[in-house]
Nanobody, 126 residues
């Protein structure tokens, strides 16, 4: 069974930083990509970035690539999203998700991730 649990969200002022964590189990998969997505109120789910667990390659969407950084723990099944210079428009529920690499599907499409965490709320006040 795949389980993903996000943590680290909260209420911060614009310009502040937060680090989100995603702890997960992935014993059933030999190769996979972990993604971060967010959903603001009334909007569709948005791709934030992803990391290939085998190659450690990271991908960030253009709107956050100068402010957000995805990384992983070297030995544990933990992924992080370091968010700096937060803006009110970053307010959303942030989810981590797992996509088996065997699918070969786009990493930025949330529909290609069959496993999701419940999310953590990030609220940025102006």
């Amino acid at each position: 069974q795949v389980q993903l649990v996000e943590s680290g969200g909260g209420l911060v002022q614009a310009g502040a930083s937060l680090r989100l964590s995603c702890e997960f189990s992935a014993r059933a998969f030999s190769s996979y990509t972990m993604g971060w997505f967010r959903r603001a109120f009334g909007k569709e789910r948005e791709f934030v970035g992803a990391i290939s667990w085998s190659s450690n390659s990271t991908y960030h969407t253009d709107s956050v690539k100068d402010r957000f950084t995805i990384s992983r723990h070297n030995t544990k099944n933990m992924m992080y999203l370091q968010m700096n210079s937060l803006k009110p428009e970053d307010t959303a529920v942030y989810h981590c998700a797992l996509r088996p690499d065997s699918s070969g599907l786009s990493i930025s499409n949330p529909n290609n991730y069959p496993h999701w965490g419940r999310g953590t709320q990030v609220t940025v006040s102006s």
